[in-house]
């Protein structure tokens, strides 16, 4: 059953447990699930991504299925869905699972979609569209939010703040938090202090911040971190290329009791090391010996858990573990 994204207050959520979120408008997708769902589950939130799902299926459905004295009700969070998660979503309808409500979040879904069709036939289960925001809309956000908070903000200035968000609610959200924690007292805001709450960076790739990280760049970690407007899905993924830097580091640490040789060590690394890549690796390296770096993969599988089951503080999560190794 189709719903349009602004009809969902008026949605009795109790009655359904299967939603699908698609479309690009990320930052409405969260701020619904942070206003409708969140508050009534807590910490028994899981979130998964697809790729997840469909390597380790047994195990997923294991998890869901599996009750405990201390869970009442449980939310599901899929991210990165697409069709080929499609047969295992009509396997969980076919299972009536009562206590169990699940949100499959997509990106844009075209009409021939199986995943899009197999929700929007269905009447039991709802399908919201997520289109982007237009200016008009942030504006009408950002007004509403400087008239609650008291906080005084000319036309101009508005406009200024809204053109740096690039058509992002997301991003929107994130930079009136940043200008509601700076004022705190103060009723008014001009565009010197604008310029300086807000940026206009790209997100960093992920690599790079983990990169930093290891080779305890503090500076240019806390850096990326501030310039950045990460999602909770981000963290998965943040936290998944950290795993994969770990063992990346372990590996080369054993080569290296061999040859005793980083560079030996770097250029026999399969699958290659990129040239670009080859200085940071060799920052890395002295900083994380064997029994360090293989203890790290234990605390970023902690993290990672941790994660997953206070979703709705996963970026203060993440924020911590990274500074916590960056020094």
């Not at 008239?147 to 690039?166: D, P, V, Y």
């Not at 790739?205 to 983990?210: G, P, R």
């Amino acid at each position: 059953m189709i719903v349009k994204s602004f009809e969902i207050n008026k949605i009795n959520i109790s009655k359904t447990n299967f939603f699908l979120f698609y479309g690009e408008n990320e930052g409405l997708k969260n701020e619904i699930i942070n206003n409708k769902f969140k508050n009534k589950y807590l910490g028994n939130i899981f979130r998964y991504e697809e790729k997840e799902i469909l390597s380790e299926k047994d195990s997923f459905f294991e998890s869901i299925l599996t009750k405990s004295l201390f869970e009442k009700e449980k939310l599901i969070i899929v991210s990165r869905a697409t069709d080929k998660i499609t047969n295992i979503i009509k396997e969980i309808f076919d299972k009536n699972l009562e206590d169990v409500k699940f949100i499959i979040i997509s990106e844009i879904l075209e009409k021939k979609s199986k995943l899009r069709n197999l929700f929007e036939k269905d009447k039991n289960v709802i399908c919201i569209p997520f289109y982007s925001d237009n200016n008009q809309t942030l504006n009408s956000i950002a007004q509403t939010f400087f008239k609650e908070n008291k906080i005084a903000i000319s036309q101009e200035n508005l406009n200024f703040l809204i053109e740096r968000c690039r058509g992002s609610r997301q991003n929107l959200n994130n930079e009136l938090n940043k200008i509601k924690n700076y004022l705190k007292d103060k009723n008014k805001i001009n565009i010197e202090e604008i310029l300086k709450l807000t940026n206009l960076s790209e997100n960093y790739n992920f690599s790079e911040l983990v990169d930093n990280c290891l080779a305890k760049n503090l500076k240019k970690t806390v850096n990326i971190l501030n310039e950045n407007n990460f999602s909770i899905e981000d963290s998965i993924a943040i936290i998944r290329t950290f795993l994969a830097r770990a063992k990346r580091i372990i590996k080369l640490q054993e080569e290296i009791q061999k040859t005793k040789n980083i560079d030996e060590a770097i250029s026999n690394y399969k699958p290659p090391v990129f040239w670009k890549d080859k200085e940071i690796l060799k920052k890395q390296i002295p900083n994380w010996p064997l029994d360090k770096a293989k203890f790290l993969v234990e605390k970023i599988s902690t993290t990672e858990l941790l994660i997953k089951k206070n979703s709705s503080n996963s970026i203060n999560i993440l924020s911590d573990f990274i500074i916590t190794q960056s020094n």
